[in-house]
T-cell receptor
Framework: DAGVIQSPRHEVTEMGQEVTLRCKPI?????LFWYRQTMMRGLELLIY????????DSGMPEDRFSAKMPNASFSTLKIQPSEPRDSAVYFC?????????????FGDGTRLSIL | QQQVKQSPQSLIVQKGGISIINCAYE??????FPWYQQFPGKGPALLIA?????SEKKEGRFTISFNKSAKQFSLHIMDSQPGDSATYFC?????????FGTGTSLTVIP
């Protein structure tokens, strides 16, 4: 049974470039989450989708960040333009129904480095 | 403001010992208290979780103890093994938000 699949696993790019991170949730899961993990701030929820609709994007740090979920099997997180402080590990997770009482299944993350 | 405060930041335990990690929370809207385990290079994975209507839940060597009045919950790892060496996160969800603790790096020495 395939888990959450994220790509790329690593991304190194120069400041100012556009970055697109991709996620394929577990089939049948209707909730999808994007997180960012850094040493300074730990794990932070960026945005939460339910049935492909963004429910809460209050964690998105700036307008440079945007996320889409065009269908139940695919989501993207885009940073444009990227800055060095965006360097972090970005995780995608999915669950069968929101947060409460349902485990979130995480991908292995995308390690992003902005030079 | 930290919604979930976790301690200690790091923990070193001898093989066979007991590892204890504590969490305190502020938000009384939390209705589910999970613990996640993360190995290097991997995403967090659910280890064990408890609902606030029970005070303790045990799964194998892992136990959650929950104290609703004190707004605290803890993870106990009995007979700790080197394979348990990882980072552990407590967490709390509200309707549209999910808050992780700052993490505890556990090292189990053979």
């Amino acid at each position: 049974d395939a888990g959450v699949i994220q790509s790329p696993r690593h991304e190194v790019t120069e400041m100012g470039q556009e970055v697109t991170l991709r996620c394929k949730p577990i089939s049948g899961h209707n909730s999808l989450f994007w997180y960012r993990q850094t040493m300074m701030r730990g794990l932070e929820l960026l945005i939460y989708f339910n049935n492909n609709v963004p429910i809460d994007d209050s964690g998105m740090p700036e307008d440079r960040f945007s996320a889409k979920m065009p269908n139940a099997s695919f989501s993207t997180l885009k940073i444009q333009p990227s800055e060095p402080r965006d360097s972090a590990v970005y995780f995608c997770a999915s669950s069968s129904q929101g947060f409460s009482n349902q485990p979130q299944h995480f991908g292995d993350g995308t390690r992003l480095s902005i030079l | 403001q930290q919604q979930v405060k976790q301690s200690p930041q790091s923990l070193i335990v001898q093989k066979g010992g007991i590892s204890i990690i504590n969490c305190a929370y502020e938000n009384t809207a939390f209705d589910y208290f999970p613990w996640y385990q993360q190995f290097p290079g991997k995403g967090p994975a659910l280890l064990i979780a408890i609902r606030p209507d029970v005070s303790e839940k045990k799964e194998g060597r892992f136990t959650i103890s929950f104290n609703k009045s004190a707004k605290q919950f803890s993870l106990h790892i009995m007979d700790s093994q080197p394979g348990d060496s990882a980072t552990y996160f407590c967490a709390g969800p509200t309707g549209n938000q999910f808050y992780f603790g700052t993490g505890t790096s556990l090292t189990v020495i053979p």
